[in-house]
């Protein structure tokens, strides 16, 4: 099905006396692998001219068209319907389909038509980010946060004369409207971009066709950025789980829930499930939850989570799901039964989607977790075909997907050829309390510069003095001994992920930790804990010399110091936090 947005079919050809006169008398610029025309110069030019809508896309056309061509594949000679034809219409997608129409290409975008679960047959203008991922979640993190909040309002003096009960059709059904107005945002974006919206299902029928349920496009570059879907592992009984699509969009809230998984996905939605008041049971088959996170941090958020009334099930993997006769279900693993659970979830990762996109009989490498193979601009084995976000599973994060999404806008169609830049990328885990956190864990840090210094702070929040609930807050500073650069920060604890944001600009820009205590803080704010964090809880020493210079016992190897200060200035650092 084409809908009324589809793609006209326009001409491509120098169009304007001016263009050309400009491009005329511009140097070609042999500096971008990809193009052959300094189109910044002749885009700026041409925006300039710009007096109308319809007359922009007219001009626009012609240049980019034509400058688009040398090594990709592409025809000079033919007329193509599009510079830019965008299979998937996800955060990297509109970034990239939009940045490029805005640097002169003309442009089309193709994508399913809504819905809060993704199929074959069902996705939205937005992606997962904005429908079933970042912002759903996010308003669900917000509604189950109220729990914790009237808990800790009674130290505050507040009295309730019923117990506050949230409706959950009510929450869902105001989440389902807000999605509705994304949708619209999002197609409105494109339109006024000049984008070509065509909804339905893409497939690449050669390196410059793409077939949309029937109807062929021609264009220069096809961008693939369909995005993942949730994985589910194949075990008896795995029909009566959910994923997190269908988490985000359940008609009733559940009682009793499983979770199975300890990354990112399992612990926002054992917080969602707690904070709403259901019984959550998470299964990790690991001894500990967010494998990759600073070890501290692990520790810190099961703890605390723990604490909030969330069962860990450690190192167990799920075999079985069993459906009783009363309807409940079981969960089987390797270590016994737990019986009685209302819904099961599975939050096991996401795979990518590229499946019946015709990639193979292209020839387009995939990895062997189907993911597709690019190189750093993005680019696919076919060289017309490119590929950016969670498709190409690098960093599965909205931000990144924009990122590389912007990036290829530039290199394809301004003349400058950008690498997305995947150094020191803060991210957050929405969990209750939530993890922000920027650069380098310790471990990783000890692993890349050997020597390193930590500072923590462990420590009861203001808030919890009266509140009287047992919540406290990690923090870490992770400084490379040698620059006294602060390499890794990390943070448990509420509001962490916004504070995170902050610092994570001074972490990408190299700051010291003498620059850190050079700021003045806010008090009185947990986020002052990063500028006043005075001594450090270890000193982490590889080297001999610089374990002589820092005074330690003698030992051809630090590793045995490290340890044994480690552990001491753990229980310092420790004593001194809870005596602060
Ligand atoms: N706030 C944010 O920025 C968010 C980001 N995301 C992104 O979405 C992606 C998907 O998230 P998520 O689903 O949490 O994936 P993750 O890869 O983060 O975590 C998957 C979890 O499932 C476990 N697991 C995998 N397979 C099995 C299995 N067969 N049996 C039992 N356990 C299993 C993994 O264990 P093990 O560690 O042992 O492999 C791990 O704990 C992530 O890449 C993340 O970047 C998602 C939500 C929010
Ligand atoms: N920081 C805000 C975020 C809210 C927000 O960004 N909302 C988005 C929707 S979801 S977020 C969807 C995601 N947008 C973003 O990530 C925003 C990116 C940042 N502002 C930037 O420009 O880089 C995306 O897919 N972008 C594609 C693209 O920008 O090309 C929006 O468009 N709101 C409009 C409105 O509500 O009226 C908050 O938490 O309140």
């Known amino acids: 099905m084409v809908s009324s947005l589809a793609a006209p079919k326009l001409t491509t050809t120098f169009s ?30 041409t925006h ?63 994508e399913l038509p809504f819905s809060t679960i993704s199929s074959e047959t069902g996705g939205g203008v937005g992606g997962t980010c904005v429908l079933r991922g970042c912002v759903p979640k996010k308003l669900l993190v917000y509604a189950s946060k109220y729990s914790h909040e009237f808990d800790e309002s009674h ?57 949309v349920d029937g109807k062929l ?10 995005g993942g879907r949730p994985f589910i592992p194949d075990i008896p009984g795995s029909e009566y789980a959910i994923d997190s699509d269908a988490a985000l ?45 600073d070890e501290e ?8 989570m723990s604490v909030r009334g969330i069962e860990f099930h450690t190192e167990e993997s799920p075999q079985a799901i069993i459906k009783v006769a009363d309807g409940s279900l079981s969960l089987k693993t390797n270590r016994g039964t737990v019986d009685g659970f209302s819904h099961i979830m599975f939050a096991t990762g996401r795979r990518p989607n590229t499946k019946n996109l015709g990639l193979e009989a292209m020839g387009v490498k995939l990895n062997k977790n189907g993911a597709i193979e690019v190189d750093e601009y993005s680019r696919t084995s076919v060289p017309s075909i490119w590929a950016v976000g969670d498709v190409t599973d690098r960093v599965n994060l909205t931000p990144v997907a924009l990122m590389e999404g912007g990036a290829l806008a530039k290199t394809i169609f301004h003349n400058e050829p950008t690498k997305p830049d995947y ?38 929040p203001l808030k919890a003095t009266l509140s009287g609930l047992p919540d406290r807050v990690f923090m870490k500073l992770v400084v490379c001994a040698k620059t006294n650069k602060v390499v890794g920060l990390h943070m448990c604890g509420e509001d962490s992920p916004e504070i995170v944001q902050g610092f994570a600009v001074a972490v990408k820009a190299g700051l010291t930790k003498a620059d850190f205590d050079a700021t003045v803080g806010i008090h009185p704010t ?16 590889s080297s001999p010399e610089v374990c002589q210079a820092h005074n330690l016992f003698f030992l051809s190897s630090c590793n045995n110091v490290y340890s044994l200060r480690s552990q001491l200035s753990n229980v310092v650092g420790s004593l001194t936090s809870f005596l602060n």
Request: with cysteine; hydrophobic share 40%.
């Open 249 to 293: 969009d359940l008609p009733s809230k559940p009682e009793k829930i499983a979770i199975i998984g300890g990354g990112y996905i399992a612990l926002e939605f054992a917080g969602i499930f707690s904070g709403l008041t259901s019984e959550v049971h998470v299964f990790i088959r690991q001894k500990k939850v967010l494998r990759g996170f």
């Open 155 to 211: 130290g505050f003096g507040w009295k309730y004369d019923s117990e506050p009960k949230n409706d959950w059709s009510t929450l869902i059904a105001n989440k389902n409207a807000e999605l509705q107005r994304l949708t619209g945002i999002y197609k409105n974006i494109l339109k006024n971009a000049g984008v070509s919206l065509i909804e339905g299902r893409g497939k690449i029928v050669d390196p410059h066709t793409v077939d």
């Open 16 to 45: 304007s006396s001016t263009t050309l006169l400009f491009s005329k008398n511009l140097p070609l610029s042999l500096s971008n692998p990809f193009l052959s025309l300094p189109l910044n110069l002749t885009s700026s030019v």
């Open 217 to 226: 496009y021609s264009a220069r570059n096809i961008l693939i950025s369909v």
């Open 526 to 541: 947990a986020a002052e804990e990063f500028v006043t964090m005075r001594t450090p809880t270890r000193k982490i020493r």
């Open 48 to 110: 300039l001219h710009c007096r109308s809508l319809s007359f922009c896309h007219r001009h626009r056309r012609g240049f980019v068209a034509a400058s688009a061509e040398p090594d990709n594949g592409a025809d000079s000679a033919r007329k193509y319907d599009f510079d830019l034809f965008t299979i998937g219409a996800g955060s990297g997608g509109v970034r990239a389909a939009r940045f490029a129409a805005n640097f002169g290409a003309s442009v089309a975008v193709c």
């Open 297 to 304: 941090i692990r520790d810190f958020v099961a703890e605390q």
């Open 423 to 460: 150094r020191a990328i803060p991210s957050a885990v929405f969990s209750q309390p939530p993890i922000g956190q920027v650069g380098l864990s310790e471990e990783q840090a000890v692993e890349q510069y050997g020597d390193v210094d930590i500072f923590t702070a462990n420590f009861r």
